[in-house]
């Protein structure tokens, strides 16, 4: 079952804030978040492992919470080039290769 | 530059029959993966491949169908049994774990 993402769009002003929620029904040995410019493959943002910290690229951060097998993806300070769509990608175990999960993805536009 | 090439970018097919959708990296890295996307659904594993000789149906393998003979390559299959083949396919890979995927650019396949 794919985890769930919420909300499912959200539209900012340049320099606001944005959280981007993923949570999943099993538990997680990993997160990882994804984000598709349109019409473009989607490119590798970071990953949260179990019993990891907390991530941090720039002014993008995310959080791992374990025991509700949630993550949240936050995005400060948005610049336009933050605009596309976001996606978590969770994976179930630490064999072998990863097999993620996509999640439904989260559109983010940002405005001037 | 290391990277993932899907050919082609954009591909018509009429009802009924088959077409391979190419993927090839030279990253080395062992793993592979079909993914299918559609619109509000996010990515779906179609087929994943851990090593050569050897892959694994994902959520939605039905109708599709894949090889694994180079390290390299791994083409995709979408058969006439495949019901609603419309849709944006990607291709990823991944070497170490914790890394990522890396994904090629995808190919639109439109079925008339």
């Known amino acids: 079952q794919q985890p769930v993402q919420s909300p499912q769009a959200v539209i900012l002003r340049e320099g606001e804030d944005a959280v981007i929620n993923c949570s999943s029904s099993?538990?997680?040995?990993?997160v990882h978040w994804y984000r598709q410019k349109h019409g473009e493959a989607p490119v590798f943002l970071m990953i949260l492992l179990k019993g990891g910290e907390q991530k941090g690229h720039e002014k993008i951060s995310a959080s791992f919470n374990e025991k509700k097998q949630q993550s949240s993806l936050y995005l400060t300070a948005s610049q336009l080039s933050y605009s596309g769509t976001y996606f978590c990608g969770t994976d179930i175990s630490n064999f072998g290769n990863e097999k993620l999960t996509f999640g439904t993805g989260t559109r983010l536009t940002i405005i001037p | 530059d290391g990277g993932i090439t899907q050919s082609p970018k954009y591909l018509f097919r009429k009802e009924g029959q088959n077409v391979t959708l190419s993927c090839e990296q030279n990253l080395n890295h062992d793993a592979m993966y079909w993914y299918r996307q559609d619109p509000g659904q996010g990515l779906r594993l179609i087929y994943y491949?851990?090593?050569?000789?050897?892959?694994q149906k994902g959520d939605i393998a039905e109708g599709y169908s894949v090889s694994r003979e180079k390290k390299e390559s791994f083409p995709l299959t979408v058969t006439s049994a495949q019901k609603n083949p419309t849709a944006f396919y990607l291709c990823?890979?991944?070497?170490?774990?914790?890394?990522?995927?890396?994904f090629g650019s995808g190919t639109r396949l439109t079925v008339v």
């Open positions: 099993k538990a997680l040995y990993s």
């Open positions: 990823a890979s991944s070497g170490r774990r914790h890394y990522g995927y890396t």
């Open positions: 491949s851990q090593i050569v000789n050897d892959f």
